[in-house]
């Protein structure tokens, strides 16, 4: 057999056998797959870079730890807030207000509350009950009649899937389920229902991810469609991009942004098809004194955002 | 003298049945088709210059405003970068080639 065959092709059985051996390390092991992430951080990437927590007027957090798991944090905000208007028009009103703050954090059990001088209280827990079940809660009281609202969420997570229940006042119900299929793509689908507004709708999402890329869709029957693609170019640079379309309303989104995460400083910029740009710069000026600039311009409606913050802790 | 000016004016009124050379031919050019064109064209040619530098303008405001603010703090913050590595590496080379100094007693 060995004389038959001709001499370029002596080399083939020897790689043959190197590839069917990384062949081997590569299949998949179908019962072992990761664990996927949780359905609300699907765009977890994509949002970290095209949604920067941008704001108007100054800000400044000091958080004070007092303990290992307790520390307070004092908070004061100035600047101008946009109330929802109906017309094209923006109002804004200066507000001020002093935040008050208690976080108590255990590897099982989170607790944080804020107290605002406007008369709202926001809380939040996160309790781990076993290695697999946990329960969240988050609540948010105001004042004003019938502008509180809560929410619970049961987490289960299995060894490859995770499942959520989701029941909010107003009788909010929703679930979600995320599955790993393969060791980079994961698909997902939710349900919900709300009794004031009497609406249901079900949805469906996909998420593939590598080491450098991550892309992900989300379709749902209430019209929307999202999808969004993240590049890691480097270590310290990443690229985002976003489409949103919602094909009942027949509102269509795309915007592009990058994220550099430099030692000195955190850099997040993006610019919108609405033509909307914004950045967000964290500066760190010493050791838990970080430094904010935070800029949106939107050219459309003429709206200029621009503010300025001081962190400490 | 006065057939000087008598010249003058035989110049002008030679022509007296009509109104005069001058006016009728600046009558002429006035009133024919070809200047009622070039009118029409420098009209629409001052309407799109006027249309465009505005755009140009409109174009250059958003294109100037949002390189303010994407990409300069984006040049700065690099420029940093690149000094505080540049002085990392002085530093470490500093440090990693002379020996160490002994107290002197």
Known sequence: ?313 | MSSFGQGKKRGSGANNDDVGIMARLSRAVSNSPITDATKRAANDAAYVSKKLLKSTGKAAWFAGTTFLILVVPLIIEMDREQQFNELELQQRSLLGSSPPLSPPK
Not at chain 1, 1 to 24: E, N, Q, R, Y
Not at chain 1, 104 to 128: C, E, H, Q, S
Not at chain 1, 222 to 239: D, F, H, I, N, R
Not at chain 1, 296 to 301: A, L, P
């Open chain 1, 1 to 313: 057999m060995a004389g038959l065959v001709p001499p370029g092709t002596t080399t083939i059985p020897a790689d043959a056998s190197k590839a069917a051996h990384t062949k081997a390390e590569e299949k998949t092991d179908y019962m072992n797959l990761p664990c996927p992430i949780p359905f609300e951080e699907l765009h977890r990437e994509a949002l970290m870079s095209l949604k920067p927590e941008t704001f108007e007027g100054l800000r400044f957090d000091f958080t004070k730890g007092l303990n290992q798991k307790f520390s307070l944090s004092h908070s004061v905000f100035m600047g101008p807030t946009e109330l929802p208007s109906q017309s094209a028009e923006t109002i804004k009103i200066p507000t001020a207000h002093y935040e008050f703050g208690a976080n108590f954090i255990d590897p099982n059990l989170m607790l944080i509350g804020r107290m605002l001088t406007d008369g709202r209280l926001n809380a939040r827990v996160k309790w781990d009950l076993t290695d697999n079940l946990s329960v969240k809660a988050n609540a948010q009281l105001t004042n004003e009649p019938h502008m509180s609202h809560g929410m619970v969420n049961f987490d289960y997570k299995g060894k490859d899937y995770r499942s959520q229940l989701q029941i909010g006042n107003g009788s909010l119900f929703g679930a979600s389920y995320i599955q790993s299929v393969t060791p980079h793509l994961s698909l997902a689908g939710e349900i919900f229902w709300t009794g004031q507004h009497l609406k249901s709708g079900i949805g469906y999402a996909a998420r593939y991810e590598t080491d450098k890329m991550v892309a992900a869709g989300q379709v749902a029957s209430t019209g929307m469609v999202a999808l969004s693609y993240v590049q890691k170019v480097s270590e310290k640079v990443s690229l985002a991009s976003d489409f949103m379309y919602n094909y009942m309303i027949g509102d269509v989104t795309a915007s592009v942004g990058y994220d550099y995460i430099l030692r000195q400083c955190r850099l997040r910029g993006k610019i919108d098809s609405n033509g909307c740009t914004a950045a967000y710069l964290e500066e760190r000026l010493n050791m838990g004194l970080n430094f904010i600039l935070s800029a949106e311009i939107d050219h459309k409606k003429k709206d200029y955002k621009f503010g300025f913050g001081l962190t400490v802790g």
